[in-house]
């Protein structure tokens, strides 16, 4: 199955510049024969978007909002699954959230992770922490998330697997040697520990606050990292093989943006 990951410029938005480089992204790898297709994180409203609004009240709206739901006609467009990562509040609660929705081949969202492991600060102070840890159901495989930081914390990864995790996709937003040290490091313990790959899909672009320019997105397996790319805006492609649990490709391809 070939996969794409977004390695794009979308932490600084607008929300309006951001859904115009999804869209162009998500179709692109469409076009090039992705079936899933994965955003960095919180990729709709932009990583800092709170911080824009430090002084007035955050505004997140229910998911899928009107903003999501073209996301959801395009992949069921396409037919293809994709991991669009954004803020939403809860309908029940009225609690705000770092998730990744998955959004099916049929256009409805199969399921949804909230990071656990939000920070403090502007950034993702706004966030409430998520309560659960599940897989989703993607037709006849099952994916784990884990949002950035949560991979930091091999037990999530370990949690996963046991709940029938075949691989992790980690949207992130994480700098070289940001938050504890190289991100790297993170992935590769919690690969091994798990037994599972993690598909990684950060983000690029220099912001005042924090500097994406060389952060990497990656696949690591079997606790070593096996493709890696940090750089200029693009689809990363990679395909890879279920039953083995490996990727077929020996590099990305890389279709710039």
């Known amino acids: 199955m070939r996969v794409a990951l977004l390695h794009v410029d979308v932490s600084g938005g607008p929300e309006s510049k951001n859904l115009?480089?999804?869209?162009?992204?998500?179709?692109?790898?469409?076009?090039?024969g992705a079936k899933w297709i994965v955003t960095p994180e919180t990729a709709v409203q932009g990583y800092f978007f709170a911080c824009e609004r430090e002084h007035k009240p955050v505004v997140i709206p229910v998911q899928p909002s009107p903003a999501v739901e073209p996301f959801q006609r395009l992949a069921a467009n396409c037919?293809?699954?994709?991991?669009?990562c954004c803020a939403e509040q809860d309908a029940v609660t009225g609690k705000y959230y770092n998730s990744c929705l998955v959004l099916g081949p049929d256009g409805n969202i199969l399921g949804r992770h909230r990071k656990k492991q939000a920070h403090s600060?502007?950034?993702?102070?706004?966030?409430?922490k998520g309560e659960h840890?599940?897989?989703?159901?993607?037709g006849?495989?099952?994916?784990?998330?884990l949002i950035c930081a949560d991979s930091w914390y091999q037990e999530n990864a370990?949690?996963?697997a046991?709940?029938?995790?075949?691989?992790?996709?980690?949207?992130a937003a994480w700098p070289p040697n940001g938050c504890g040290g190289p991100p790297e490091n993170a992935w590769k313990r919690a690969s091994a520990a798990s037994g599972r790959a993690l598909w990684v899909c950060n983000q690029t672009g220099k912001q005042e606050r924090l500097d994406f320019t060389h952060a990497q997105s990656a696949v690591v397996i079997g606790g070593e990292m096996r493709l890696e790319y940090a750089g200029e805006p693009a689809v990363l492609l990679f395909d890879w093989d279920?039953?083995?649990?490996?990727?077929?490709?020996?590099?990305?391809?890389?279709?710039?943006l």
């Open 242 to 256: 279920f039953k083995e649990q490996n990727t077929v490709s020996s590099e990305f391809t890389i279709l710039a």
């Open 140 to 145: 006849e495989k099952t994916a784990g998330i």
């Open 158 to 160: 370990v949690a996963l």
């Open 121 to 128: 600060g502007v950034s993702e102070g706004w966030a409430a």
């Open 20 to 32: 115009a480089i999804l869209t162009n992204g998500v179709r692109l790898a469409a076009e090039a």
């Open 162 to 171: 046991q709940k029938g995790a075949e691989l992790i996709v980690v949207p």
């Open 79 to 84: 037919r293809v699954t994709v991991f669009l």
């Open 133 to 138: 840890l599940e897989p989703v159901k993607c």
